[in-house]
């Protein structure tokens, strides 16, 4: 299968879902593992759950792995550029010739397993691919980040050897709970017996949910917020520096990624890796080193002009939060023109609500993607107006990008955010069309 036809194959696949009310929700997962001979088991690895900078967590875990010469499989989601970064070792996502292979190699395996449970989903068929992916690939540890929640989610057929919740926030509300409690809950399902759970939750409610959970199974719980001090060094508009102190050693970090929240994401990992065994576990200096190194784009990636651009992935109120946060103590002096789109799903008056503060203006704009609605920018508009704010609303996302450009002081910001895929549409646009020019 060619990689064009293993995409549009997966595309078909947009609609089909495993409702959380079906006791087979793992069980398909399960049988389609079985049917590919189990490839999550050749290798150790690493789980990472939470609402919101488990993508960062997991980058930056895989990243110290990599620094420590372990050959390291990394499957985040969503992807930004292309499928096949969902499925990365050593930070280089699967050749698209390997992916269409693989895609057409496990039809035999889908259709077995249809007959019983039902054709695996669009997020099955890539989880899967990626954990035979490296098997094939002979890696030494996976960091595997989760989808939705953690109980029910397909990463939960791993037995890990440290399981992570990053934070817990309100979303995916309409599927994992309408409290924090509620959602910790479900997020705390991935606790395993004898299995380290590394977590920074602050949340009371969410943190005695969790605690509970793994004292219910026989996980040891190991609380970042209580363990980690951070010493502030330096913070600059190509990343940052800090000391972390954990109750095992001190690491000095720099991070070339912006975002105080960042700091608690490298905290997490520091905490994570510093649970692993001797054959996995990397040295205070590999760890440094790792980090110094990582890359996470659409991550408060800053590219510095006139106007600046920043891109952010901030879907969610808890990640809206963070970024404007991250925004006011990055860019203090600074006026801001919000690019954002938002999917239809998202309860956008709480993502739009943390910029209010920044005294900023709002382009709204939409996106275009399978199975993913977007709200009609001019809903968006009529939303910000509502919470005092001013926004216009421009259909094309690209036309939406210049406009703003266009009229903002040279020494402003126009930060793209909101949905994944209007940060990856124009993202990729910036990049082949603005910042390839020397003359930006």
């Given at each position: ?44 690895t ?89 098997a ?48 910790a ?35 040891p ?23 972390a ?13 912006l ?7 490298a ?99 939409t ?15 009529s ?25 903002a002081d ?31």
């Amino acid at each position: 299968m060619t990689f064009q036809s293993a995409e549009s194959y997966l595309l078909g696949l947009i609609n089909e879902n495993a409702s959380r009310r079906m006791p087979n929700r793992l069980e398909r997962i399960h049988a389609f593992l079985g049917e590919l001979g189990n490839p999550q088991e050749a290798y150790p690895t690493i789980h990472v759950a939470g609402t919101s900078g488990k993508g960062s967590t997991s980058t930056m875990i895989a990243a110290a792995l990599q620094a420590s010469g372990k050959r390291t499989g990394l499957h985040t989601k969503p992807h930004l550029t292309t499928v096949t970064e969902r499925a990365r070792v050593d930070g280089i996502a699967i050749p698209e010739d390997a992916f269409g292979e693989l895609i057409g190699e496990m039809q035999a395996a889908v259709d077995r397993v249809s007959f019983e449970h039902g054709r695996p989903t669009y997020y099955e068929t890539l989880l899967a691919l990626a954990f035979l992916w490296f098997a094939r690939s002979d890696v030494d540890v996976a960091v595997i980040e989760a989808g939705v929640g953690g109980r029910l989610d397909g990463t939960n057929v791993l037995r890990p050897r440290v399981s992570v919740i990053t934070n817990v926030a309100l979303d995916h509300t309409d599927i994992l709970g309408e409290t924090v409690e509620e959602i910790a809950r479900d997020k705390a399902g991935i606790a395993k017996a004898g299995i380290p759970l590394v977590t920074f939750v602050r949340d009371a409610s969410a943190r005695r949910a969790i605690e509970r959970a793994c004292a219910d199974v026989g996980a040891p719980f190991v609380s970042v917020a209580d363990s980690v001090t951070i010493e502030q060094r330096r913070g600059e508009l190509y990343g940052q520096s800090f000391a972390a102190i954990t109750p095992e050693d001190r690491y000095e970090i720099s991070l070339p990624v912006l975002g105080g929240f960042q700091q608690e994401n490298a905290a997490t990992a520091i905490r994570t890796l510093e649970q692993l065994g001797a054959d996995l576990r990397p040295t205070r200096a590999q760890i440094e080193t790792g980090f110094a190194r990582t890359m996470i784009p659409g991550r408060m990636e800053f590219f510095p002009s006139h106007p600046g651009v920043l891109f952010d992935i901030a879907h969610n109120p808890d990640k809206a939060a963070h970024l404007a946060a991250a925004l006011a103590e990055t860019f203090p002096e600074r006026r801001f023109t919000f690019v954002m789109a938002i999917a239809e799903s998202k309860d956008a008056a709480q993502v739009i609500r943390p910029f209010l503060p920044l005294g900023g203006s709002f382009v709204f704009t939409t996106f275009s993607t399978a199975g993913r609605t977007a709200s009609r920018p001019q809903r968006l508009a009529s939303i910000a107006d509502e919470l005092g704010a001013w926004g216009r609303a421009i259909s094309d996302p690209v036309d939406a990008f210049s406009i703003a450009r266009r009229n903002a002081d040279s020494d402003s910001i126009i930060v793209v955010t909101g949905s994944t895929f209007v940060v990856a549409e124009l993202r990729a646009w910036w990049m082949a069309n603005v910042q390839s020019n020397s003359n930006v």
